[in-house]
């Protein structure tokens, strides 16, 4: 099964800093992933899916790239409202696996 | 606006079995695929399993053995069996939606904490 893994596992950052969150799968996923945010005691909601394609209502300070197994999610100004945990996630083939976490909080 | 909300008892004793309901409003669950993800606590996301309108299933391969997911059409709900369960299971369990195959998860119930605890 393909495994996906997420780095940095956690980091803090100032509001107005670049963040980016890396998500490398052992095999290649063509562009077939998501990333999703997860704020404290909420249920995770989808920000970007096809790599690179933005939600409704998700701000623009959001972007996603990358194909087959290395992607990015970046955030170009960080806001007190990110403060969030962030998943990836495969979905081009069953198991739809998730990377592990990245834990983004405001230095 | 579709909406997804999951149901059944919070508290599970060891070595019996987790049974939840997924209740889907606003919309059919003709046509899309169902699945069960699962977070303990302070963990992270685990993919369950999945259904389709026709009943056919997938399951995550580190469950598989534990694992039934159902469907009813005719309720709109879809539904989980864990047994076996230990303490590890115990977890916030949510229900969830993708529109088609190769599709994210676009839609999630609430989420509802279940304990493994004698």
Redo the contacts between chains.
Sequence with gaps: ?IQLTQSPSSLSASVGDRVTITCRASQGISF?L?W?Q?KPGK????LI?AASTLQSGVPSRFSGSGSGTDFTLTLSSLQPEDVA?Y?C?K???????????TKVEIK | QVQLQESGPGLVKPSETLSLTCTVSGGSISSHYWSWIRQPPGKGLEWIGYIYHTGSTYYNPALKSRVTISVDTSKNQFSLKLNSVTATDTAVYYCARSSAWAEPFDYWGQGTLVTVSS
């Excluded at chain 1, 249920?43 to 989808?46: A, S, T, W």
């Design positions: 099964d077939y998501a999703y997860q249920v995770p909601e989808l899916s945990t998943y996630q979905y081009n083939s069953a198991p739809w696996t998730f990377g592990q976490g």
